[in-house]
């Protein structure tokens, strides 16, 4: 779907087709297509990650996240229900079914009935439609809670992504701060998870994700339904982000401060990874600092390649360097 550039799409794709990852271009909530899937491939695992991911843009095209969030999880329960053998299913959630939870850090065991977005309510519909997969069915079902994941090859419309592009274009950014009052923290702030670490979380989900019935159908006990946070469990400012991005890009950001408005934003999130770290083996090893600097280092080669060499030789540079590979910037916000 192209609710982004999909030229980083293809670019993904293509890395992933040289390490003999083949992908298929389809509509999730194509039944019949994952029916064929299910067919030609005996899958044990699925690791599912489609989704419409943006918190704001639910304001604008909300039937998008209900298509993609619901109907299409839906459609993947009900393909592996009745493949045989039955795959364990890994599945992204997200830090967002928080919502205006205040106690932190956040935990599995927290409420998650305070929805503050249409895109975080899909998720947390997902977290129990997956109950209902595995309460009928025996479907072996995680749901991994992923919390603000950043890294290269990320998403364009994520703050960290398009801050980086407006900063080196020498255009404002909006840093929202919170409107106070209520929360005792203030200041907006994420738990950014570096990709890396997200990868080896969903790798030890997928590792330990028992499975209830083997093929031919056979039980095998009460099927596994598990849901753990995946975060950094070290929350930074949203400023402080901005600080980092100004001296790793050599470019002062034009900041331009506003009231988090009601969008759908909530003011700051904060795992409690204990549950991961003690049953998948979850050590998140990269703080904000080090992964960003890699994401700045893959952004400037694959948008500014020009600049990115100034930069490795000078290490310097007035950050308006030349147009990007395909003179476009992405356009999701
Ligand atoms: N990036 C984060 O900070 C973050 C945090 C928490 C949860 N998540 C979740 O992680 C998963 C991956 O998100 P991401 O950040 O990599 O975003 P992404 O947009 O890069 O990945 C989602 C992919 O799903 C595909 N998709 C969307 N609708 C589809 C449909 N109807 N049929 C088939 N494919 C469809 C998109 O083309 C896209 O490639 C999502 O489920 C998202 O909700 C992401
Ligand atoms: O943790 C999660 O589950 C969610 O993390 C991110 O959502 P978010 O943390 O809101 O990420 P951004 O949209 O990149 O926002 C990061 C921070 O920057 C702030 N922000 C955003 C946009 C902007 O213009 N200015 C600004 O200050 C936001 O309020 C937020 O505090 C992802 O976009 C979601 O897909 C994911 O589900």
């Known amino acids: 779907n192209d609710y982004y550039d999909p030229a980083l799409k293809r670019g993904r794709a293509a890395l992933l087709a040289r390490s003999g990852v083949y992908v298929v271009d389809g509509d999730i909530a194509d039944a019949e297509l994952l029916a064929k899937l299910f067919d030609v491939a005996p899958f044990t695992h699925v690791l599912h990650l489609a989704a419409q991911a943006g918190v704001r843009h639910a304001l604008v095209d909300p039937m998008s996240y209900v298509r993609a969030n619901v109907a299409g999880l839906v459609a993947l329960l009900e393909a592996a229900r009745a493949a045989d053998p039955q795959p364990a299913i890994v599945w992204a959630s997200s830090s967002s079914v928080y919502g205006l939870n205040s106690h932190v850090p956040f935990s599995e065991h927290d409420r998650t009935d305070r929805p503050a977005s249409l895109y975080a309510a899909t998720k947390k519909a997902g977290e129990e439609i997956a109950h209902v997969y595995n309460h009928i069915y025996g479907l072996s079902l995680t749901a991994l809670r992923f919390f603000t994941v950043y890294g290269p090859w990320g998403r364009p419309d994520m703050a960290y992504f398009f ?57 095998r006990g ?68 080090t992964g960003l600097k890699k994401f700045v280092r893959w952004y400037l080669e694959y948008y500014n390649p020009e600049l990115a060499v100034k930069q490795k030789q000078h290490g310097s540079s007035n950050g308006k360097g030349s147009r990007g590979r395909n003179g476009s910037t992405s356009s999701a916000r």
């Open 163 to 219: 801050f980086t592009r407006d900063i080196l274009a020498g255009r404002p950014i909006t840093v929202y701060e919170s409107s106070g009052g209520g929360t005792h923290q203030t200041t907006i702030s994420r738990d950014f998870t570096y990709i890396d670490d997200i990868v080896k979380g969903c790798i030890g989900a997928l590792d330990t994700a028992g499975r209830s019935t083997g093929s031919g159908g056979k039980k």
């Open 222 to 289: 009460p099927a596994p339904f598990r849901t753990y946070n995946l975060g950094n469990t070290s929350p930074v400012p949203v400023t402080q982000l901005v600080d980092l991005l100004e001296k790793m890009l050599k470019v002062k950001a034009v900041r331009r401060v506003v009231k988090m408005p009601r969008n759908g934003d909530v003011p700051y999130t904060h795992a409690n990874i204990s549950l991961a770290q003690r049953e998948l083996g979850y050590r998140p090893s990269t703080d904000l600092q």
